[in-house]
C-alpha cells in the first residue's frame, strides 16, 4: 500500500524521491488504530520538514493521511511517512519546496524480538539528528556486518565512542543506571520515551574501552521495542536480563495515542 498526500501514488511521482535521495520520513508501529509515541512522531516529522525544507508541516494534514491510508487494516502493522518533494530537480534544489507525504505500510515484526549480535564500524551519518532518506551508508555497513556474521552495525566514531545502530539506538545497562551514549545521534522516540518512565538514566560518553564494564545492552526503536544484544563484535552480552524486562514493561504500559 503506498498513497501520496491521500491518493494512490503513480510510480512517476516517486522519481525524485528514488533520483534524488532527498527527504525525511519517521515510522510508527500501528496497533489497534494507536500508535505509542504518536505526538512524537508528528513533532519529529514537523521538525524535520522545516530543516530540509524550510516549510512548516501540517500534523493533522499527516494524521490525516495516514487514516486514509489504514482505513481497511487491522492488527499491528508499522507505518511509515515519508516527506519529500516530488518537483525537485537536481540542478535546482534550492527552489520553493512544496514538501508532499508518502504513507506506505509493512508487516511488524516478532515481538519482543530475538537478542542479536553486532558489528561496530567507524561510521557518522550525515545531519545525524534528523531523520532523513539517506540510508546509503548506514544498509551497506548492516549488509557488510551481515555477510561477517552478525545481524546489524553498530556505530562508532573516529574516537571509538559509541554513537548509535544503523537503524536503531543503543542503551546499556551499568548494574544501576540505564546509559544512553552522547554522541550525536537521531533521538528515537522509542528511546524518548523509556527516557520519560525509566528514571535512572543518564547520558554520557561511552567508549569501546567501556564496554566489558557494562551488565548489558539493547537495541532500541519504534519496530523493536527494546531488543538484546548478546555480543558486541567479540564481546559477548547477556541476551537475558532483568532489565529488559523491566524496560519493556514500564514502555508497553506507556499509553498509546490514537490517530
Known sequence: MAELNGSPVAPDALQALG?????????????????????????RLAHD??????????????????RKAIADMSGVFVVRVTVFDPGMELSHPSEAAAPAVLVTTRGAGQWPPSPMRVQTVTYSRELPEVKHVGLFGAVLSR????????????FVDSASFVAEGATWNVGFFDGERVVWPSAPVLTGVTMRLIKQ???????????????????????????????????????????EHPIFDTLRKQYEEIPAEHL
Not at 520538514?49 to 495516514?66: A, G, N, S
Not at 549488509?143 to 553498530?154: E, I, K, S, T
Open 49 to 66: 520538514c522545516r530543516v530540509l525544507f524550510d516549510v512548516d508541516l501540517d500534523r493533522e494534514r499527516v494524521r490525516h493521511y495516514i
Open 197 to 239: 518512565v525509566y528514571d535512572d538514566t543518564m547520558t554520557i560518553p561511552v567508549a569501546m574501552k567501556d564496554l566489558p564494564h557494562m551488565h548489558a545492552a539493547f537495541a532500541t526503536n519504534t519496530a523493536i521495542g527494546v531488543r538484546p544484544i548478546r555480543a558486541i563484535d567479540d564481546l559477548e552480552l547477556p541476551g
Open 143 to 154: 549488509r557488510n556486518a551481515q555477510f561477517n556474521g552478525y545481524d546489524d552495525a553498530l
Open 19 to 43: 533520483l534524488l535521495n532527498y527527504g525525511h520520513f519517521t515510522s510508527m508501529r500501528v496497533d489497534g488504530r494507536a500508535v505509542r509515541g504518536l505526538s512524537h512522531h508528528l513533532d
